[in-house]
C-alpha cells in the first residue's frame, strides 16, 4: 500500500523532470490517430549479466501492437496507481472483439484476466499528483537493468519503455478506469490516480512537471512495460506493520525472521537458527511463517534481502515495504547439483520430481516504482539498514565497488546510465551518490571485520555449508 508524497518536500524544491530522452532499440507502432507510438529497449546495462529469456522478453514486449483486434487495454482499478492492463483476446469468450471485452470483462478487475488468453503486460506511468500514489516510470527501468548487472538472485522482472497515443488512452482506458475505481472501497488514492491521469490526458500543462508523464510533443503519456508474477508474502518477510507507515514499518520489516539473521554476528547457520528463534517471538510472523522453515530457504531468503535493501538504497525507493512477493519452486540435487522447476502456489506436489524436492519461496521484485526520484524518501537510507548488516554475497560487494569506481569516474556504466534512461542531472546525480555511501557503508563493516561474506545459496543447498570468502576490503 502506497502512501501520499510529501508535498512539502515537492513543493520546496526545484522541480526534476524525467523526460522522454530514452535510447535504445527502438520499435514503432501506430495508433488509431495516426500517432508513432516508440517501444524502446534500453541498451544492456555494461558488465550485466542477462539471459536469452530476458532478451526474447524485452522483444516480445515491444511486438505488443495495442490497437490489434487481438489485443486489449483494462485500467487497473485495484492496488493504488492507475496502471494499464494489456491482454491477449485470442481465445476466450470476447476472442478478436477487443471492444466487448473493454465494456464487459474490463468491469470484472482482477478477474478479467480469465476471460483473456493470457496478460501480456502491464503499463504504469509516472503519477505523483495530490492524493495520489507515488509512481515514477523510469524506476521499474533502473531495478531491472541494475539487477542484471549485479547478477542477482531476487527475480526483478524485465521492463521496458513504451509511449501510448493520449488521446487513444484517454478515450480506451482512462476514462473506464474513473469510473470504475469511483466509490471503490480502499481505493480512494486509485480513484485519485485515473482523476488526474484522465485530467492531464485532456490538458497536459496540467500536470506538472508534464515531462515526467508526456513525450515532447504532448502527444503521448509514456511508462513502464512490465508484468508482475507472484503471490504476495505475509509478514515472514514484508514485516508486521503495526508501527504504520514510512519509518515505523520498515523498522517491522527489520524484525523478520530472515533480517534478523542478516543482522547476526554468528555463523550462517546459527545465524539462521537465531533469526526464526527470534523472529517467531512475535504471533503474526510465526503464523505466517508456519511450522518447517528450511536453512536452505533461510540462505535465499538472506541474499534476496540484501540485494533488495541495496537497490532500494540507491534508488531512493520509498514504498517496499508490504509489496514483496514469491514465486514457489521445487529444488532438488540431480547428480549433485542444484535443479529446480516451478509449481503453484500451495500445491501439495509434483509427481515430476523427486520426493526429496524441497518446496522454496523464491523472492520476486515486483512492484519497483518508487524510487529514482529524488523527492521521495529512502527508507533503507534513514533507517540504517545497510549498517546492519552481518552476512554478505561476496559478489554482490564485488559489484558495488567497481560499480562506484565507474560512476566516480565518469565510466561506461554512468554514460549509459546518464543516456539511457531520460533521467534529469539531479536523477543520476543522486543514484552516484547513494551508491557512493552503499559503498562506504558496506566497506566500513568489512574493514570492522563485522561482515561475512557467506551468503552462496546455491553452493549452500549442494553441500550443506559455506565457507566464507576472504579479500581486501578495497578491492577493485
Not at 563485522?450 to 555449508?465: A, H, M, V
Request: with cysteine.
Amino acid at each position: 500500500m502506497k502512501k501520499h508524497l510529501v508535498f512539502a518536500l515537492i513543493t520546496a524544491a526545484t522541480p526534476v523532470m524525467a523526460s522522454d530522452a530514452v535510447k535504445g532499440i527502438e520499435t514503432f507502432h501506430q495508433s488509431p490517430n495516426g500517432i508513432a507510438e516508440r517501444c524502446v529497449r534500453i541498451a544492456p546495462a555494461p558488465g550485466g549479466s542477462y539471459g536469452k529469456n530476458d532478451l526474447e522478453q524485452e522483444a516480445a514486449y515491444c511486438a505488443i501492437d495495442l490497437y490489434a483486434p487481438n489485443v486489449a487495454m483494462c485500467p487497473k482499478t485495484w492496488s493504488t496507481s492507475p496502471g494499464t492492463m494489456i491482454h491477449d483476446i485470442s481465445q476466450g469468450p470476447y476472442a478478436g472483439d477487443r471492444g466487448e471485452f473493454e465494456r464487459n470483462a474490463c468491469k470484472e478487475g482482477k478477474s478479467a484476466g480469465d476471460l483473456a488468453k493470457d496478460t501480456l503486460a502491464k503499463f504504469k506511468p509516472t503519477m505523483n499528483a495530490k492524493g495520489t500514489s507515488g509512481t515514477f516510470s523510469p524506476s521499474p527501468l533502473l531495478y531491472y537493468h541494475f539487477s542484471r548487472y549485479f547478477d542477482m538472485t531476487v527475480k526483478v522482472p524485465v521492463t521496458v519503455w513504451r509511449s501510448i497515443d493520449a488521446g487513444a488512452h484517454l478515450g480506451e482506458v482512462a476514462r473506464a478506469g474513473l469510473s470504475l475505481s469511483s466509490g471503490r472501497h480502499g481505493g480512494r488514492m486509485n480513484h485519485a490516480g485515473w482523476e488526474a491521469l484522465v485530467s492531464a490526458e485532456k490538458t497536459p500543462a496540467g500536470y506538472q512537471p508534464t515531462d515526467d508523464l508526456f513525450t515532447a510533443d504532448r502527444n503521448q503519456i509514456y511508462g513502464a512495460l512490465t508484468s508482475s508474477p507472484g503471490h504476495r508474502y505475509g509478514s515472514e518477510i514484508n514485516g508486521t506493520r503495526v508501527s504504520g507507515w514510512g519509518k515505523g514499518q520498515n523498522q517491522d520489516f527489520q524484525k523478520t525472521p530472515a533480517f534478523l539473521a542478516l543482522r547476526s554476528d554468528k555463523p550462517l547457520t546459527q545465524a539462521i537458527e537465531f533469526g526464526l528463534t527470534e523472529g517467531r517471538k512475535d504471533r503474526q510472523i510465526a503464523k505466517d511463517l508456519g511450522q518447517s522453515v528450511t536453512p536452505q530457504q533461510m540462505v535465499f531468503w538472506m541474499t534476496e534481502l540484501t540485494e533488495i535493501v541495496l537497490l532500494d538504497f540507491i534508488f531512493s525507493q520509498q514504498d517496499r515495504v508490504g509489496n514483496i512477493d514469491f514465486t514457489p519452486y521445487y529444488y532438488w540435487l540431480e547428480d549433485g547439483k542444484l535443479t529446480h522447476k516451478r509449481t503453484k502456489h500451495h500445491e501439495a506436489g509434483d509427481g515430476s520430481v523427486p520426493a526429496d524436492a524441497i518446496l522454496l519461496r523464491r523472492t520476486n521484485l515486483n512492484d519497483n516504482d518508487a524510487g529514482g526520484r529524488v523527492q521521495y524518501a529512502n527508507f533503507a537510507k534513514s533507517t540504517q539498514m545497510l549498517e546492519k548488516f552481518r552476512h554478505l554475497n561476496a559478489n554482490t560487494y564485488v559489484k558495488l565497488v567497481a560499480l562506484n569506481a565507474d560512476l566516480q569516474s565518469g565510466g561506461p556504466i554512468f554514460q549509459w546510465l546518464e543516456t539511457s534512461f531520460g533521467l534529469s542531472d539531479r536523477e543520476v546525480a543522486q543514484v552516484v551518490k547513494n551508491t557512493t555511501l552503499a559503498t562506504d557503508i558496506l566497506r566500513q563493516s568489512c574493514e570492522q571485520g563485522q561482515l561475512i561474506f557467506d551468503l552462496e545459496p546455491k553452493q549452500f543447498f549442494e553441500t550443506g555449508s559455506v565457507v566464507a570468502k576472504e579479500f581486501p576490503c578495497d578491492v577493485s
